[in-house]
């Protein structure tokens, strides 16, 4: 099978596999440097010069049995084992502090005995997340771009426990997975985190007829809406509107109330750093949700 990186991925990209609704499948999903001998070889990312690099390959695209448009796919992430090739970098041109770190570096963080080893020397809790999580565009996937379908939003909670509600947009769902980290931080200020191989656990379950706007982060505590946009501020609007919507939609609260009551208790996140397509989420503690009539996503 050929080689799928996230600047080649389309609905035509050869499956990794076919699975039925419900189906629990185990993925290895390699590092987004993995293939990187020299960091200062990658042209500025987000740049026409920087396509076709081979940065992020993809495991999948996974055929879900039976989705169509107009379902939801449910992607539980049930384990996610970081490998020992763990790295963090500077690349060129990128970062919150581009001009300040002008010169590409890297440095080894490998992962052993429960810790992310900065620099070989530092522990750091493990946090292991995917930075890429998707259904399939219709038309294909652009890099380093987030959207309803998911995409490189780059959340810090899309991690071990949690599960990723997204739209099937193309025949099929064609989901797939890319971007693994060790541990990384929400807004990214130096632009990586500790890349690094994982293997990948979950189970893909299919919501028939369950329309979904975005992606959704849901966790045993907390139910997190995904916005995006060009820019901070409207990558801001976009998840305040949206979970203001998702209150208002799921719960017995009017739009101006649920405005109110996020004003409260919706914690802002910035996922990504600086990109063509920012990304941030509205945190809701599902236990005031569960008080204002929220039945889940399996009630009426």
């Given at each position: 099978m050929?080689?799928?990186y996230?600047?080649?991925v389309?609905?035509n990209?050869?499956?990794?596999m076919?699975?039925e ?38 495991a ?8 169509e448009p107009g379902?939801?796919?449910?992607i539980?992430?049930i384990?996610?084992?970081p ?9 060129q ?5 581009r001009e300040e770190f002008?010169?590409a570096?890297?440095l ?6 429960g810790?992310?080893w900065f ?6 809790d493990l ?15 652009t890099?380093?771009?987030?959207g ?15 599960t990723?509600?997204l739209?099937?947009i ?8 890319a971007?693994?980290?060790a541990v990384?931080s929400?807004?990214?200020?130096s ?5 690094c ?6 189970r893909?379950s ?19 809406i995904?916005g ?7 990558a801001?609007e976009d ?10 939609e799921n719960?017995t609260?009017d ?6 009551l ?15 397509m920012?990304?941030g989420r ?6 005031v949700?569960?008080?204002a ?5 399996d009630?009426p």
């Amino acid at each position: 099978m050929s080689r799928a990186y996230m600047f080649s991925v389309n609905p035509n990209t050869p499956p990794e596999m076919k699975i039925e609704p419900g189906e629990v499948v185990e993925i290895v999903v390699d590092g987004s440097l993995k293939e990187v001998e020299d960091v200062r070889t990658i042209p500025t990312p987000f740049t026409p010069e920087n396509e076709g690099h081979p940065l992020s390959p993809i495991a999948g695209p996974i055929i879900v049995a039976g989705a169509e448009p107009g379902d939801a796919v449910r992607i539980e992430l049930i384990r996610i084992t970081p490998h020992e090739d763990g790295v963090t970098a500077i690349l060129q041109n990128f970062g919150v502090l581009r001009e300040e770190f002008p010169d590409a570096r890297s440095l080894a963080c490998p992962v052993r005995d429960g810790k992310a080893w900065f620099a070989d020397r530092i522990p750091i809790d493990l946090y292991p997340n995917l930075g890429t999580i998707s259904t399939m565009p219709p038309e294909g996937y652009t890099p380093a771009y987030t959207g309803p379908y998911g995409g490189d939003f780059d959340q810090k909670d899309v991690g071990e426990g949690s599960t990723v509600h997204l739209p099937v947009i193309h025949p099929g769902a064609l989901v797939f997975f890319a971007d693994p980290h060790a541990v990384i931080s929400d807004g990214i200020i130096s632009g990586t985190g500790v890349e690094c191989s994982s293997t990948v656990k979950a189970r893909i379950s299919l919501d028939k007829g369950r329309e979904v706007k975005r992606p959704i982060i849901e966790q045993d505590e907390l139910i997190q809406i995904i916005g995006f946009g060009p820019s901070v501020e409207e990558a801001t609007e976009d998840a305040s509107r949206a979970a203001v919507d998702f209150v208002s939609e799921n719960t017995t609260l009017d739009r101006e109330e649920a405005y109110m009551l996020l004003g409260l208790v919706g914690e802002l996140r910035i996922g990504t750093s600086p990109r063509p397509m920012m990304a941030g989420r509205i945190m809701i503690p599902r236990r005031v949700l569960n008080d204002a009539g929220f039945q889940g996503f399996d009630g009426p």
